[in-house]
């Protein structure tokens, strides 16, 4: 057992086992086929991001900047768009 994802995702990579990690974490993996899917039929559906902040048209130019950025980064993604 380990605590943290990476871990877990180098150890399924070098076969030492199976693990339960998000998409986008071994998108390049399972492209490359160094990693495979198992169970695809029990995989829950795909949950929305959504970029919460306070503030409306009146946010700070720094906030409405790094939204901005985060929005365009998130829809760009090709492993959140599977």
Not at 19 to 34: M, N, W
Not at 37 to 51: G, M, N, R, T, W
Request: hydrophobic content about 50%; cysteine-free.
């Amino acid at each position: 057992m380990v605590s943290a994802n990476q871990a877990a995702i180098t150890a399924a990579a070098m076969g030492l086992g199976l693990t339960r990690v998000l998409s986008y974490q071994v998108a390049s993996k399972i492209a490359t086929g160094e990693l495979e899917i198992v169970l695809a039929d029990f995989e829950l559906p795909p949950l929305p991001i959504h970029v919460v902040y306070q503030g409306g048209r009146k946010a700070p130019t720094r906030v409405r900047s790094f939204v901005d950025f985060a929005v365009k980064g998130l829809r760009e993604h090709p492993a959140l768009h599977g």
